[in-house]
């Protein structure tokens, strides 16, 4: 294929029409196209494997422009310092929180909706520090702040949901790998849970339906799958540190079913394990099929 028929097909499938201008559109559609479908870093610190993900997706000016409000929400449900992997690691956050930054992002804000005291497991966990350290606005919910807003899912139809994250530009999601007694585990669309109001337990009767109905609601820009330590066992809290094994691992990714599918293997399952990843693979949510993706790994 000439230049010219290449560049016809690209236009034909819409790749070049966004592109900023002076951009050449052969060379964009190119790096899409070597672009992985998912990034899985490995080695320390975490801070430098964060960052590394996210270049081999393209850099974060992929995800986020100048002058973009950003929500970044990890978990910070419980009361436990970082060792015990119960929350999202605070390097992981703290990171993503200037790398948004970097790409001209006004503003960063991170919260969450936790089980624990707010004021004991924003400090406990590292991330309020860390986060606010690295510039990013962190606030407890306000309960004036959820709305109920339509989901329209096969389970969830209704939900109050905290308001900010639909105010926001851009959204990125950065769960902790861990497992959980009722969904077996805990990652990227578990993680919802944390902007939901009103009795969350609620959902556990259906949780795999609703976790896709919540995922399929609020689509973030980006998932950040945090196993530098993961929980396996006695999860979601956790609290023995017998319990947590170090793996060191960053997983990034815009497909939100193929992050939460690859995470399922950190654990020994496989992806349809997982009624949730099966569900959102099932409704083309996203994919779970992991040997048929492009996965750049690196090692630091």
């Known amino acids: 294929m000439n230049r010219r028929d290449f560049l016809k097909s ?18 964009a559609v190119l790096q899409a196209a070597e672009r992985p479908d998912l990034a899985v870093a490995r080695g320390m610190p975490p801070a430098k494997i964060t ?19 950003v929500v970044v929400k990890p978990n910070i449900g419980w009361d436990r310092t970082p060792e015990y992997a119960a929350n999202t690691n605070p390097e992981v956050v703290a990171t993503a929180v200037r790398l948004c930054f970097e790409a001209g992002a006004k503003q960063v804000k991170v919260f969450d909706h936790p089980v624990n005291d707010p004021r004991r497991t924003y400090t406990q966990s590292g991330i309020s520090a860390a986060a606010s350290a690295a510039g990013a606005s962190v606030s407890f919910t306000d309960s004036r702040k959820f709305k109920e807003m339509r989901i329209n899912g096969n389970s969830l139809k209704s939900w ?14 950065i769960p902790v790998a861990k497992t959980h ?3 077996r585990l805990t990652l990227g669309m578990k993680n919802w849970m944390g902007v939901m109001g009103g009795w969350r337990g609620r959902i556990h009767q259906r949780i795999d339906e609703s976790l896709v109905d919540l995922a399929t609601f609020i689509r973030p820009t980006l ?22 094994r ?30 949730f990843v099966r569900i959102g ?3 083309r949510l996203g994919s779970m099929d992991l040997a048929a993706m492009k996965i750049k790994r690196i090692t630091l």
């Not at 690209?10 to 060379?27: F, I, K, Y």
């Not at 960052?51 to 409000?69: C, P, T």
């Not at 654990?267 to 997982?274: E, I």
């Open 246 to 275: 170090q793996l060191n691992l960053v997983i990034a990714g815009t497909d939100a079913v193929a992050v939460d599918a690859f995470g399922a293997t950190l654990f020994g399952m496989k992806p349809a394990d997982l009624g």
């Open 10 to 27: 690209a236009l034909v499938t819409g790749a070049a029409l966004s592109l900023p201008v002076g951009m050449d559109p052969v060379l």
């Open 160 to 173: 109050p949901l905290y308001s900010e994250v639909f105010e926001a530009d851009k959204v990125i999601n």
């Open 223 to 244: 998932t950040i799958l945090d196993a530098v330590r993961i929980l396996t066992d006695n999860g979601p809290q956790g609290g023995n540190l017998a319990d947590v």
């Open 181 to 183: 007694g009722t969904a």
């Open 281 to 283: 693979h099932q409704r």
């Open 51 to 69: 960052r590394a993900a996210i270049d081999s997706l393209g850099g974060m000016k992929r995800f986020v422009s100048r002058g973009d409000i």
